[in-house]
């Protein structure tokens, strides 16, 4: 079985690494990015790193996980902020043509989740939602063993989904979405206006409420309910045969993750409580999600 | 090509034709559906129905679109009111072991989301969500053709997306549910109390609207910004390349699809507006829908 290549492009950081399609890293180069360098530079980058790789052209193909909506049809970004100019940038194109093998671009949320459903917490299950719960939030609707993109790249991108109508417009989400509420950025906010100044982390957080304090189990409480309830919304329109979180919240995922159950079967039917809450289980998402790139689209 | 059987079964009636991949009826018949006389009773009555059909034998597969959810690995309903006793009922095998060719059941709303993804407005989309807005709001969710159903037969279940907090619990569905505030009964109960008594239908409240009556159209505005917040966690899920929309209340869709539009635009990422809102265009999206199941699963 051919091996495949996978791509972890940052804006600081390019990996390239050649992979089983059973997830085993064969080979791995980094280098920096070059992203203020312009495309073409970050382009000539990446393919050079790949001519580092033993056995490029008999590789079944090259999936790069970028950061910033993609669109898969054209096979380009959308949108790119950390890497200036990437903006319809024919960078698969480019590397294909190098290689004479298929290129295959997504984002990174999304190549995280295709990773969890092929390789890691997911595998084997029909339906499978992806989310990072980090400084922020997102996700990835994985169906078949196939990442779907949407029509703009947009799939997936649920820190934007609205659990309240409440509160102010504070930054280019909705009114009341989810990431504003339930981010790791948002529970450092609240623990350091409502408990402690000095508070920096979620895992700070989460201490405190272990060690009982009200105000902080009241934090992580609420939190759990907003996030609960973005998973409803979710649910109802994939029904996932479960939900994968990963992301650096969700390592205190034993001092919220039942909370998130409990409140999710009050906000479901009947018929589609206990669905899983799982574990991310990856210690290299990115890179192996976007190896996987190729092998989903082959069949 | 071969054709394909689409039978759709109600709790009233049953009908049964044998259609071209293409979606053109070939041979058609209808009965009873015998629901209250036991599910033995309706799976006897359905191969009655099937053997006056010339070919069955000769085609592809069976399609059944049924009321209410379905496992579909195991190929059974998860819960049926319409036709007790058809609940985990083997009735896909049981068809199957007479005519020898596969069976695939999906409940009615993901039949019809089918053929519209696959004959009608959705045709050559690889994401479609259609959404049946009528006495109830329901969904479905197509993929590269296929129905998503879900862990548990619950994808596209949308009516109980929450689009609100504020509200009180009046039936089995979330505070705040959309269904309870856009669906056609709400509107009609909304028109009543605010507006006139004698209002029956979405339709009468819609002939007020453009007549010019303030309240009639306040009432259909706020129908569109719930609608809208509902397809907003929708689009923020899956980013569907159009939103196809059907049902009864869709009649009126030159009063209100455009409201609901403008304020989708207002309610996602600006790299996900203008997506299309497009009306369902089939006439038959039942039985069309239960017939392009095997055509589905064949590819």
Known sequence: MKAVIGIDLGGTNVRVAKVTQDGKILQEVKSPSYALEGPDKVCANIIAQLHKI??????LGIGIGVPGPVDTIRNVMKMSTNIPGMTDYPLGDKISAEFGIPVYLDNDANVAGLAEALLGAGK????VFYITHSTGIGGALIVNGKVVSGRNGYAGEIGNIIVTRDGEKINHLNIGAVENRASGIALVKSAQ????PSIDSAYGLFQKAQAGDPVANSIVDTMAYDFAAMCSAIGHVCDPYAFVIGGGVSQSHDLYFDKIKAYYNQL????MRDVPF???QL???GILGAAMLPVSHAH
Not at 124 to 127: D, K, Q
Not at 193 to 196: A, E, G, I, S, V
């Open 193 to 196: 206006k409502h408990l402690d």
């Open 124 to 127: 084997g299950l029909p339906v």
């Open 54 to 59: 033993e056995g490029v052209k008999d590789c």
């Open 268 to 271: 479901v039917h009947v018929g």
């Open 278 to 280: 799982l574990l991310a």
């Open 283 to 285: 210690d290299e998402p």
